[in-house]
């Protein structure tokens, strides 16, 4: 059985050169949730899909797969 490894927040936003300042922007959220979030510190499910949301448009402009919220190595309260 082959189990796909998850991807750790940082890695999917250095893949497409894009800040914390940049993503936490399109995001609509604060810088500080991008940081936490990358240090493994849990955040929101809304925040979660807050993140998600741009991460996935320029994923589709540079003709990548989209992401879900179960291919992301992040804590989310409650889970």
Known sequence: MIVAAK??????RAELRMSQAALA???????QVIVNAEKGV???RISAHAI???LNH????????PL???D???RIVGE
């Open 52 to 54: 998600l949301r741009p």
């Open 7 to 12: 991807i750790k927040l940082a890695d999917a």
């Open 68 to 70: 879900s919220i179960t």
């Open 25 to 31: 922007a399109l995001a609509s959220l604060s810088k």
């Open 58 to 65: 320029a994923r589709h402009l540079q003709g990548m797969p």
């Open 42 to 44: 849990a955040i929101q």
């Open 72 to 74: 992301i190595d992040w």
